[in-house]
């Protein structure tokens, strides 16, 4: 793709819910990060010959879809793909492990019928008639199926477009296929196995934002209801809310999935506080593959990689926002100024999100690298204030620097 070449062009280049997902953006955007775990992942999935469950997690920001869009495209060849947001297709102010289950279904389904699967006839019918029937009652004549060739993708469009935006309906869906959940997960898993006899690869399904939920209600799907996740006979990627991995319950969560992968933060600084090199200039990069050089002066891209706390959302964030300023002030390029407006304006964000009590807890972070396994600082990790840290040297924590300011520490 090509690069910005004025700062008009930059600001909407500099897209905070742009996800990486064509073959160009991958290769003219992505950017290799030290410590990820994208080629363990890949020999694990290439090489092992039964479906695995993986939990992946890290701070939201940290770069986990366009990792995942990596791994889809490194794959493709291999497996069949189902790669979708949770987020795209269900409320995560209101999501049961029902809804994750029923809208997993519902995307194989649909892109097994967008990309052309032919699958066995009866099959087809048989899938179609059990959710017009137990899903959705109220479809037209035409969506409930028993045509030869009917398509399964505008049913599954109404489908979930009804669960995200209808309470009532998803109450009623849910106490409808709660009740025969096994029933769905068996001819879900006939699905997969007639992709994979048709189209000769295995299905993985890549299913993200997850890790965007509240605490309680991750928990509950992790821990009360990892069966159910998992009951899929395919290979599966959910992503997982780095907070619980601190909470008790966790070994109990971890032991219901194949492995873990962490996606540390592109460390800043090493734990004793001096520069990491490598991170800055892998920060440094993701803004150089987007904008022409002319655009960032060389001060103000060190001050967005060190501002951004390793999190290339934040990043993006803080350069859209230093971008905005620079352009009201009739400025050729981004410079210092208008990155300290943009870092000034989000750490108002802090100041009215953190309580006191938090800013105290900060404070012991700031010093001692740790976090306790608590309630109150997994809603530091939660709301990224805290961040989590390791390059070769362990695990570590520290504040987000924009945050830093806020934090007086006693010498």
């Keep these: 793709m090509k690069k910005a070449r004025t700062l008009a062009e930059a600001l909407n280049v500099f897209d905070p819910e742009k996800v990486l997902a064509t073959e160009t953006e991958l290769k003219d955007w992505f950017v290799q990060r030290p410590q990820s775990p994208l080629k363990e992942i890949l020999v694990l999935l290439q090489t092992a010959t039964t479906p695995q469950r993986l939990l992946f997690t890290g701070h939201r920001g940290a770069g986990k879809s366009s990792e995942l869009a990596m791994l889809a495209s490194q794959l493709e060849d291999r497996f069949f793909i189902v790669n979708f947001s949770i987020k795209r297709v269900a409320d995560l102010t209101d999501l049961t492990y029902v809804d994750v289950v029923l809208t997993l279904a519902a995307e194989v389904f649909r892109q097994a019928s967008d990309k052309g699967v032919t699958v066995n006839q009866t099959l087809l019918e048989d899938v179609q008639r059990w959710f017009a029937e137990e899903v959705l009652e109220q479809v037209s004549a035409t969506e409930k199926g028993g045509e030869a060739g009917v398509s399964l993708a505008p049913f599954i469009v109404k489908l979930e477009g009804r669960l995200r935006t209808e309470a009532s309906t998803r109450t009623t869906v849910r106490l409808r296929v709660e009740h025969q959940l096994s029933d769905l997960v068996e001819k879900l898993n006939l699905m997969i196995e007639e992709v994979k006899r048709v189209t000769k690869q295995p299905v993985l399904v890549i299913l993200e934002d997850l890790d965007k939920v509240d605490l309680a209600r991750a928990k509950?799907?992790?821990c009360g209801h990892a069966a159910s996740l998992t009951a899929p006979s395919c290979s599966i990627i959910y992503t997982f809310p780095i907070a619980l991995r601190r909470d008790n319950e966790y070994p109990q969560m971890r032991q219901n999935f194949t492995e873990m992968y962490p996606l540390p933060n592109i460390a800043i600084t090493h734990r004793d506080g001096t520069d990491d090199d490598q991170g800055l200039k892998s920060l440094e990069r993701i803004l150089h593959?987007?904008?022409?050089?002319?655009?960032?002066?060389?001060?103000?891209?060190?001050?967005?990689?060190?501002?951004?706390g390793g999190l290339p959302r934040e990043l993006i964030t803080l350069g859209r926002r230093a971008c905005l300023f620079a352009l009201q002030t009739g400025a050729e390029a981004i410079g210092s100024e208008a990155v300290e407006k943009a870092v000034l304006r989000r750490r108002m964000d802090y100041e009215i999100l953190l309580s006191s009590r938090q800013l105290e807890l900060l404070k012991a972070v700031r010093?001692?690298?740790?976090?306790?396994?608590?309630?109150?600082?997994?809603?530091?990790?939660?709301?990224?204030?805290?961040?989590?840290?390791?390059?070769?040297?362990?695990v570590w924590y520290d504040v987000h620097p924009v945050v830093q300011p806020l934090v007086s520490v006693d010498t």
């Design 220 to 222: 509950d799907l992790f």
């Design 289 to 308: 593959n987007r904008i022409e050089e002319a655009l960032l002066e060389p001060s103000a891209g060190m001050a967005l990689a060190r501002s951004s």
């Design 367 to 394: 010093k001692t690298k740790r976090v306790e396994n608590d309630e109150a600082h997994r809603d530091l990790l939660h709301n990224l204030s805290a961040l989590e840290y390791h390059n070769g040297e362990g």
